[in-house]
């Protein structure tokens, strides 16, 4: 254990709980500035805080470093450079993290759709010599010609390489750049009963945020159909939307889509800006819940079916075992520790052996 | 007169009737007759019976021929057709209710760009045998029957073209025609002595993402030109589905032309009922007046293009993952 990380470490500590006090009036002015330009409603800022708060404990941030601490040889600083998502508020900030905890040089691609948040961790963060000033932008030509030693980033698998040649263009990266590109972008739920606490986290986990992000749950795996508890059910989600109300609205291609479901005879219920349908197609467009009735045989052959954009399997009972996934709990879909794996691969460990990536 | 049938579907291809009548008629006609159309397009606008926009027409997305059996009622299919594909479940059917309309959608729109009297068509696909609920098959099967060709054939799949068989259609002063899949021709030509006569023509049929590597379709064009030593305005394209009772052609050139009974339009895939201005990407929507018997108005999942002379271009498919889509990359703003 060097004491240089220590230091970063405990830096890092430092700012975060700077960050988050209540009193810290830039954050407080960016969640104004985000709502009031209606870039995500409050409610979800609320909530992402909220979890912020709780997650991003020191303990949580020591057992996602500890590769670091463990590792014996001075780590290769390297340039890297993060592409950050806009579709959930602070999505990209589990990158700037592990970019800092890895000890590289963070270089931050800010989404225009997310613009202030983050930007107020990393005002305190260059303050505190963890990131350089001017190492953040929403336009990627700040950083032209600044080469790259190596891109975080998530999307879908066919804009991968639009990203490498746009970088390529703009001489940051070439397509030999090692890259963690994360694409998985849907999360599958298992459940075996309806029960109140159930139900509640099953739509907090479908609605929050709109459906959107790749923990969300796009479809339900249960052992009763969609029919049956259709009129419970949305009860529940009404619940959640008076208290979390959808902040977008759905494009008329999802009413569209609920005209083909009558047509084709598919069980469905409409939500005005969300459909739930009993169907086990792979989730692809936004704003719609698929519904499966079955067990665990029929989880299994979606899994398998759709292993390529599948993110996380959550079940409410924690013995629950699911052959070939370790499956989360429903109730941390919305509320993931900050080590978490998206796409099954620990970004902190993937920076530390950056020298064999690809 | 029954109700599930026209006394007549030569009005489809009349060409002395606009389009715009045409497919007032058949959008009416499928009205009546489909309940599944009939349900689906309730939850949109209904077109002004004034002054009838046929691009007012709500577009079915082209998965009912999975997940549904799509024919007017009470009308017994003539034809089968399936799509390409594994297991059932991931297969179109197309139940064709006339297949005399087939057959004059087939020869309408080939003969308007060549001579099927004097031309021997050569299918380098699969035999009719050996799939028979291919509605591309059944097209050159019959297209192999109506040519004035005594060579006219499919061609082994797996074997060179034989070189006999080129000069004798060549001595016999016939044009010669052949259809394939992008990738079969391809393996025609690494198989070697591929060579055509200059005027011959290739039409070919899609299929170039099951090829050992992808090509665009600049390089197919040119690898097809290169390989078989023929002019590349020579190497012409079919965009047909088993969903569809018409072909378009392009004509040596990436971009298609409709039938006069058929249109193709864009479709914003978040809003299929607004049309992408010329050079926008979305999903091509087709209306299809041959398909009165199944579902005319279809929107497929194939990403295009069209140009300001109203021709089209297919880009891909669309991937609708992209539209979830997990993240948000470079900005587009």
Same mark, same amino acid.
């Given at each position: 254990m060097d004491n240089q990380t220590v230091d970063r470490l405990n830096r890092l500590d430092d700012a975060i709980t700077e960050w988050l006090r209540p009193d810290n009036h830039d954050l407080k002015e960016a969640i104004d500035r985000t709502v009031n330009q209606k870039l995500f409603s409050f409610e979800d800022v609320k909530h992402q805080i909220l979890v912020l708060k709780k997650t991003l404990n020191k303990r949580d941030i020591l057992r996602w470093a500890e590769p670091i601490l463990k590792h014996d040889d001075k780590i290769e600083e390297k340039n890297i450079l993060c592409l950050h998502?806009?579709?959930?508020?602070?999505?990209?900030l589990q990158d700037l993290l592990a970019t800092i905890i890895a000890g590289h040089h963070y270089r931050g691609k800010i989404s225009r759709k997310d613009p202030y948040l983050l930007p107020s961790l990393l005002k305190i963060l260059a303050k505190k010599g963890l990131v350089e000033q001017n190492?953040?932008?929403?336009?990627?030509n700040d950083f032209a010609?600044?080469?790259?030693?190596a891109v975080l980033f998530a999307g879908s698998t066919n804009s991968v390489n639009d990203v490498f040649n746009e970088l390529e263009n703009m001489g940051i990266?070439?397509?030999?750049t090692p890259a963690l590109v994360r694409t998985a972008d849907f999360s599958i739920a298992y459940i075996e009963d309806s029960a109140l606490e159930t139900m509640n986290q099953l739509a907090e986990s479908v609605f929050?945020?709109?459906?959107?992000?790749?923990?969300?749950?796009?479809m339900v795996v249960a052992p009763f159909s969609l029919k049956s508890k259709k009129c419970g059910f949305t009860d529940y989600i009404e619940q959640f939307l008076m208290k979390a109300p959808q902040h977008d609205k759905a494009p008329p291609a999802l009413y569209q889509r609920y005209a083909y479901n009558k047509a084709v005879g598919i069980d469905q219920a409409w939500l005005d800006n969300f459909l739930i349908e009993e169907t086990d197609l792979r989730?692809?467009?936004?704003?719609v819940l698929h519904w499966v009735q079955g067990g665990k045989e029929k989880l299994g052959e979606l899994i398998q079916k759709y292993s390529a954009g599948l993110q996380t399997v959550y079940v409410k009972d924690p013995t629950v075992q699911i052959d070939g996934v370790n499956p989360e709990l429903l109730v941390d879909a919305q509320q993931p520790p900050i080590y978490w794996k998206p796409d099954g691969v620990d970004s902190v460990e993937w920076l530390l052996h950056l020298n064999e990536q690809k | 007169m029954p109700e599930n049938t026209l006394q007549n579907t030569d009005f489809i291809f009349?060409? *002395?009737?606009s389009f715009r009548g045409k497919a007032e008629k058949v959008y009416k006609f499928q009205r009546q007759n489909s309940p599944l159309y009939h349900t689906f397009s309730d939850h949109f606008s209904q077109?002004?019976?004034?002054?009838?926009?046929?691009?007012s027409i709500p577009l079915l997305p082209i998965r009912a021929f999975k997940e549904a059996?799509?024919?007017?009622?009470?009308r017994k299919p003539e034809l089968l057709f399936k799509s390409s594909g594994t297991g059932s479940l991931n297969r179109s059917k197309h139940l064709v209710g006339d297949a005399d309309i087939y057959r004059r959608s087939i020869i309408t729109e080939f003969t308007r760009y060549f001579d099927l009297s004097n031309s021997a068509i050569l299918a380098y696909t699969p035999g009719y045998n050996e799939n028979r609920h291919s509605s591309l098959i059944w097209m050159l099967n019959y297209l192999i029957s109506k040519?004035? *060709?005594?060579?006219?054939q499919f061609l082994p799949v797996g074997e060179p073209i034989d070189p006999a068989l080129v000069q004798q259609i060549a001595d016999k002063g016939e044009a010669l025609i052949l259809f394939g899949a992008a990738f079969g021709l391809m393996d025609v030509i690494e198989m070697g002595d591929a060579d055509l006569p200059a005027g011959s023509v290739i039409i070919e049929t899609g299929g170039?993402?099951?090829?050992?590597r992808e090509m665009t379709k600049h390089e197919l064009r040119h690898a097809l030109a290169e390989g078989f030593q023929?002019?590349?305005?020579n190497i012409h394209s079919e965009y047909g589905m088993c969903e569809l009772l018409s072909q378009c052609y392009s004509i040596g050139s990436e971009w298609f032309k409709t039938p006069p009974w058929v249109d193709v339009t864009i479709r914003d895939?978040?809003?299929?009922t607004r049309i992408c201005k010329p050079g926008e990407e979305g999903k091509i929507g087709i209306i299809d007046l041959a398909n009165i018997y199944s579902c005319p108005f279809i929107l497929t999942d194939d990403r295009g293009i069209v140009n300001e002379d109203g021709l089209f271009r297919v880009v891909g498919r669309w991937d609708s993952a992209e539209l979830r889509g997990c993240n948000f990359l470079i900005d587009s703003d």
């Open positions: 998502a806009g579709n959930l508020p602070l999505v990209g190492s953040w932008t929403t336009d990627l010609h600044q080469k790259a030693e990266a070439t397509s030999n929050r945020y709109g459906g959107k992000g790749c923990r969300s749950v796009a989730p692809s467009i936004p704003y | 009349d060409k *002395s009737l077109p002004d019976s004034e002054s009838f926009d046929p691009y059996e799509v024919i007017v009622q009470n040519s004035g *060709s005594d060579f006219s170039m993402k099951t090829h050992r023929i002019p590349s305005e895939p978040e809003d299929s």
